[in-house]
């Protein structure tokens, strides 16, 4: 029997609670109402990892409302793999998102102006509060991974001349593309390379309130076979190309890239906003040598009750990895009291970050995302690789990983409204059996090097 450490939740008042197993009753698997198989035979996607954004407001919060002490931990308890949650994925804007206290990009210019040699590009905003903290991350997990996604070009390079609504100028295709390129240069000089990026956050959304650009998949396809792609060839930039970065219910979008641009992208990225997880199933059916992301779910006060909420993140979680997904990332990873900073003339935000920092008090709180996330984190560690598992009962939600210290991680999320007792086991030998409260989580690490 290999060493087994299980970490629970059972409620608001008992959240992420480590149990060894020793520590657990050992009930006999006969009894068991549930049984969960791993087959070790069956693998799907490598997983990169799990997180949530340094948006501007993020980044602010933690950097300068926190003081060094709290600072110095909440990092630690985001990306220390033994002594936090270890996140190790990042999705952050270039430039300003809604979650931002100004709206800015990396070459603003006056009304009128233009500048197509970018000489006044810089990302010194970046240099304030963001980069310091990436780099505090990248330290406290050198295996994190750093991708970014614009909400808009530069307004001059746009319809609207402003970074709110409007579509890129075909004119400015290719300073676009070469946008991409000094950013990515700018943050390796930082010591911080870009894992990937997406073209466009939400294309098909052009809010008039926030950064936004509306760019339709005949223009995405455009831009990255004929821009994008061939100026990161020519810089010889790593960086992946993620096409879409949008909805589930909109898989005919990536399909339209995709098939006119399937060499020149690496994969597709999603977010939960809209329709359902199978759509990365079904668009990686089509295009199998393409990875799946998923890359920007926030909870909030449109879930208000902590159960609804903490049960969303835990099964659409686990329908994401079970859709084959190689990221899972939610949104901002602070925010304050009144659910910003927002860009001016937002208004009323009702999202919710992965910790809570108290403007006023400088209290700082971890949220039920935090929790969350660290079901997946924890134990699903990078470069893990999926098992397949399948339960006795529909309503008892798991996903499964081998690690590279080969250690089995499983998540499991009991859907019902009854106490189950469940029996894992692993290529038919049984690992564990153990109750999950009703709306209750479990992660189980079984072997390897437990943290």
Same mark, same amino acid.
């Given at each position: 029997?290999?060493?087994?450490? *299980?970490?629970?939740?059972?409620?608001?008042?008992?959240?992420?609670?480590?149990?060894?197993?020793?520590?657990?009753?050992?009930?006999?698997?006969?009894?068991?109402?549930?049984?969960?198989?791993?087959?070790?035979?069956?693998?799907?996607?490598?997983?990169?990892?799990?997180?949530?954004?340094?948006?501007?407001?993020?980044?602010?919060? @933690?950097?300068?409302?926190?003081?060094?002490?709290?600072?110095?931990?909440?990092?630690?308890?985001?990306?220390?793999?033994?002594?936090? @949650?270890?996140?190790?994925?990042?999705?952050?804007?270039?430039?300003?998102?809604?979650?931002?206290?100004?709206?800015?990009?990396?070459?603003?210019?006056?009304?009128?102006?233009?500048?197509?040699?970018?000489?006044?590009?810089? @990302?010194?905003?970046?240099?304030?509060?963001?980069?310091?903290?990436?780099?505090?991350?990248?330290?406290?997990?050198?295996?994190?991974?750093?991708?970014?996604?614009?909400?808009?070009?530069?307004?001059?390079?746009?319809?609207?001349?402003?970074?709110?609504?409007?579509?890129?100028?075909?004119?400015?295709?290719?300073?676009?593309?070469?946008?991409? *390129?000094?950013?990515?240069?700018?943050?390796?000089?930082?010591?911080?390379?870009?894992?990937?990026?997406?073209?466009?956050?939400?294309?098909?959304?052009?809010?008039?309130?926030?950064?936004?650009?509306?760019?339709?998949?005949?223009?995405?396809?455009?831009?990255?076979?004929?821009?994008?792609?061939?100026?990161?060839?020519?810089?010889?930039?790593?960086?992946?190309?993620?096409?879409?970065?949008?909805?589930?219910?909109?898989?005919?979008?990536?399909?339209?890239?995709?098939?006119?641009?399937?060499?020149? *992208?690496?994969?597709?990225?999603?977010?939960?906003?809209?329709?359902?997880?199978?759509?990365?199933?079904?668009?990686?059916? *089509?295009?199998?040598?393409?990875?799946?992301?998923?890359?920007?779910?926030?909870?909030?006060?449109?879930?208000?009750?902590?159960?609804?909420?903490?049960?969303?993140?835990?099964?659409?979680?686990?329908?994401?990895?079970?859709?084959?997904?190689?990221?899972?990332?939610?949104?901002?990873?602070?925010?304050?009291?009144?659910?910003?900073?927002?860009?001016?003339?937002?208004?009323?935000?009702?999202?919710?970050?992965?910790?809570?920092?108290?403007?006023?008090?400088?209290?700082?709180?971890?949220?039920?995302?935090?929790?969350?996330?660290?079901?997946?984190?924890?134990?699903?560690?990078?470069?893990?690789?999926?098992?397949?598992?399948?339960?006795?009962?529909?309503?008892?939600?798991?996903?499964?990983?081998?690690?590279?210290?080969?250690?089995?991680?499983?998540?499991?999320?009991?859907?019902?409204?009854?106490?189950?007792?469940?029996?894992?086991?692993?290529?038919?030998?049984?690992?564990?059996?153990?109750?999950?409260?009703?709306?209750?989580?479990?992660?189980?690490?079984?072997?390897?090097?437990?943290?």
């Amino acid at each position: 029997m290999p060493d087994i450490i *299980v970490y629970r939740s059972s409620g608001e008042n008992s959240l992420f609670v480590e149990q060894p197993a020793g520590s657990l009753p050992q009930l006999p698997a006969d009894g068991a109402t549930v049984t969960i198989d791993i087959d070790p035979g069956r693998t799907y996607q490598e997983m990169d990892g799990f997180g949530a954004s340094f948006t501007d407001s993020a980044a602010y919060l @933690i950097h300068q409302v926190l003081g060094e002490e709290r600072r110095t931990e909440v990092m630690r308890k985001l990306f220390d793999p033994q002594e936090g @949650i270890g996140l190790s994925f990042l999705r952050n804007p270039m430039g300003a998102s809604d979650y931002a206290r100004t709206v800015y990009s990396y070459n603003d210019l006056s009304e009128g102006g233009s500048d197509p040699e970018l000489s006044g590009f810089s @990302i010194a905003h970046d240099e304030a509060d963001i980069i310091p903290l990436v780099q505090q991350a990248v330290q406290l997990n050198p295996e994190l991974k750093l991708m970014a996604s614009p909400w808009s070009a530069p307004g001059w390079m746009k319809t609207s001349g402003s970074m709110i609504a409007g579509r890129l100028k075909p004119e400015y295709y290719g300073v676009y593309a070469e946008y991409f *390129v000094r950013f990515i240069q700018a943050y390796a000089a930082h010591g911080l390379p870009i894992y990937a990026v997406t073209v466009q956050n939400e294309p098909l959304y052009e809010p008039q309130h926030y950064p936004s650009m509306l760019m339709l998949p005949e223009e995405q396809r455009e831009f990255i076979t004929g821009y994008l792609k061939p100026v990161f060839r020519q810089h010889g930039l790593a960086a992946k190309i993620f096409c879409y970065d949008h909805n589930w219910d909109r898989p005919d979008y990536p399909l339209s890239v995709l098939e006119g641009a399937a060499a020149d *992208v690496d994969g597709v990225a999603w977010h939960w906003y809209g329709g359902a997880a199978a759509a990365q199933s079904e668009v990686l059916a *089509v295009y199998p040598n393409h990875e799946v992301h998923f890359t920007e779910g926030s909870g909030g006060e449109w879930i208000p009750p902590f159960e609804q909420a903490f049960s969303n993140v835990m099964r659409t979680g686990i329908e994401i990895l079970r859709n084959h997904s190689r990221s899972f990332v939610l949104w901002n990873l602070a925010l304050d009291e009144q659910n910003g900073p927002t860009v001016p003339g937002f208004g009323e935000s009702t999202c919710r970050g992965v910790v809570t920092v108290n403007q006023q008090t400088r209290e700082l709180t971890y949220t039920l995302d935090y929790y969350a996330l660290a079901h997946f984190s924890k134990v699903i560690r990078p470069q893990a690789v999926r098992l397949a598992s399948d339960a006795s009962r529909e309503h008892l939600r798991s996903v499964a990983f081998r690690n590279r210290d080969g250690s089995v991680a499983a998540v499991l999320f009991n859907d019902s409204d009854a106490e189950e007792t469940v029996s894992v086991r692993l290529a038919g030998e049984e690992l564990l059996t153990l109750t999950i409260a009703a709306k209750g989580a479990v992660s189980v690490k079984a072997g390897g090097k437990l943290e």
